[in-house]
Structures are given as C-alpha cells and as structure tokens.
C-alpha cells in the first residue's frame, strides 16, 4: 500500500461535467505534485505546490485548477475536459519542493472523458 | 536528442537472471538520480534514489551513476516474475524537477 492516497481510483465523466480528484498524504510532507500520464509514456508534470503555495504550473489549461487547502490535501478541480484529458492522474509527495528529496506516488486516478 | 533515452523494450528474462536496465542523458548538471518501479495500473514505486556518483545496494537491487559517461543502470539480482514492470529513471539537477525516461517494460518468466 502506497503512503500517498488518491481518491476516486476510476473517474468517467462527460466534456461538461465538473468534478474533483484528491490526494491526501499522512508523511509531513511539504512538495505535492500533480502528474499526467498517457498509456505507455512517462509521467508529465501539471502542479508543484511547496508549503501550500503553488510553485510551478506547466502550462497546463485552465480546465485543470488545482488547490491545496493544508499541507496533507491536495486536489485538483475538473471542468470542460477534452477526450484527449483521458489519462492516470498520479499525486506525489515529497519531505520538501525540489530534487533533492524522493518522491513518493499514489496509485492515481484513471479518467476517461466521454 | 531527449534529455533521458531509455530503452523501451520489452526486455524478456528468464527467472533467476541479473538484470541490467540503462538509462542515458545528455545534460551533465542532473546529479540526482532515481529508479521507480511500475505495476500495470499502478503508481510509480521508488526503488533507489542516489546522489551524484557510485553505486547503491539495496536487497536484490543496485543502483549505479556514471557521470562521467552520462550513464546510470539498474541491476537486479535473482529475478522473479514479480519483477515484471515497467522501470523508469528519472534525474534532476539543482532548480529543477525530475525528468523520467519513457520507460523499460520487463517480462521475467518463471
């Protein structure tokens, strides 16, 4: 069982509809990450929050907004999604922002956009 | 030329086998280095994290940095079917956030 607990593990939503994925770590950690990943590709990055500030959004469209309301939840809000948006949203944590601590995976949450 | 090439196989082993997995670079800054492990259907698993130069053991696993040739490996001893994923590298510098090669797919048969 992994450290890190993403919530729904599935997600089949319709392009108008709004809904939330969430992530919530137990490890006081401070660095959560939001991650896209298509079938048989490496993880890409979306959002790194440090100390629950956001600190790096990859251009990513403004369908997918995130928020960390304290420094173990992390979500990020859906709206207006493309089918192309259909992939595993993985979170991460780690003990601090930056390369020079791990970080950890949650399981994800697959999307599937109708 | 991508920043992390890594062979996306699928590599087939037989059980019991050494295991070698590879990944390049091309940026000679990155000095932080890891391997992750993933399950079909499942998030990456942090397998070995490594600073710089040298070799780390852990179990069944070693981890090795070579800067001077831009390459770092994964070995893996005895394996078992259970060693079946796909493995990423992923290495960073100061400033900067990781970025993971695409992948090797592993297949090691009882």
């Known amino acids: 069982d992994t450290e890190v607990t993403q919530t729904p593990k599935h997600l089949v939503m319709g392009m108008t509809n709004k809904k939330s994925l969430k992530c919530e770590q137990h490890?006081?950690?401070?660095?959560m990450y939001w991650y896209k990943q298509k079938a048989k590709k490496p993880p890409e990055l979306m959002f790194v929050y440090s100390y629950e500030k956001l600190s790096i959004n990859e251009s990513v469209p403004s369908r997918f907004s995130p928020e960390c309301p304290n420094s173990s939840l992390l979500n990020l809000h859906l709206h207006a999604l493309q089918p192309e948006d259909s992939a595993l949203y993985l979170c991460?944590?780690?003990?601090?922002?930056?390369?020079?601590?791990?970080?950890?995976f949650g399981d994800g949450t697959r999307l599937s956009i109708l | 030329q991508k920043e992390v090439e890594q062979d996306p196989g699928p590599l087939s082993v037989p059980e019991g086998a050494i295991v070698s997995l590879n990944c390049t670079y091309s940026n000679s800054a990155f000095q932080y280095f890891m391997w992750y492990r993933q399950y079909s259907r499942k998030g990456p698993e942090l397998l070995m994290y490594t600073y710089s130069s040298g070799n780390k053991e852990d179990g069944r696993f070693t981890a090795q940095v070579d800067k001077s040739s831009k390459y770092i490996s994964l070995f893996i001893r005895d394996s078992q079917p259970s060693d079946s994923a796909t493995y990423l590298c992923a290495m960073s510098r100061y400033g900067q956030n990781f970025v993971f090669g695409p992948g090797t797919r592993l297949s090691v048969l009882p």
């Open positions: 490890m006081g950690h401070r660095a």
């Open positions: 991460a944590s780690s003990q601090m922002g930056g390369p020079a601590q791990p970080q950890h």
